[in-house]
């Protein structure tokens, strides 16, 4: 392995990686490889750029903390979390799904809320946003007790583990599916908000002049033995940021119907106006079921 030019460098790289043992790591590494040394050699890397970059990776990896992933935002504002998404889901990315990227906001064990409850848990001013959902398989067919995990930002756009405002677990809640496939649940409505900026994706936004915003949505995970897990996001298309998504997560089969109601709610006096509703289906594919890692604690 006496390295005379360039591409001698690449060659011996490319057999040792041959050497892996995992077929699909081999592939895997192979590839990266080949493409890594294209990318080097296509945009003539210097070594000045190519110590700023280890440089920022390794900035990437020491604000990542329990409470924020810079990581999943790098990937989210590169299109990278949406493309890998799409690629695994509806048919390789052809036809319309309702999968969605994870964020970095999601955490394991979200109190379980009973179906009509809500997952208010302190004072969040806000309009009342009533949520009636479905999850069904591909034919259509109810899948009943679906556990489906629900979670969004507050109405000053933040999720509670950002704000100290709110209580444990405000906005967040745990659900299980009935016979018909139902769950349903009030909330407040949510608003569309800036990730943070104050790290390495923010310089990135700031050099592309790029806003950091994300149009408002309700994120849901949904987990049902037999089929995979749906990570979900319904958007609100009223929101003026819809078609500028930072994170490049929007599609049409996430757009939901936020309904405004200005009179009364017909059953509940209670329930201030405006009210919102919204009514949507979850549709999940068969698989394995395997959760992901929770990107926060």
Known sequence: MIIETHHDVTRDALAVMARTKNPRQREILASLVTHLHAFIRDVRLTEIEFREATALLNEIGKLTSDSHNEMVL?????GVSSLVCLLNNGDGGNTETSQSLLGPFWRLNAPHVANGGTIIRSDTPGDPLLVTARVVDQA?????????????????????NQDPEQAEMNLRGKFTTDADGRFWFSTVKMVGYPIPTDGVVGRLLAAQDRHPYRPAHLHALVVKPGFKVLIS????????HIDSDVQFGVTRALLGDYVRHDEPHPSDAGIAT???????TYVMEPGETVLPRPPIK
Do not use: N, R
Request: proline letters at 12%; hydrophobic letters at 40%; a negative charge.
């Open 74 to 78: 790098m990937a989210g504002s590169l």
């Open 140 to 160: 259509g067919a109810p899948i009943a007790g679906a556990e489906v995990d629900v979670w969004h930002a507050s109405p000053v756009g933040l999720y509670e």
């Open 233 to 240: 996001q319904v958007y609100d298309p009223k929101d003026p």
């Open 274 to 280: 405006p009210w919102y509703a919204l009514d949507y």
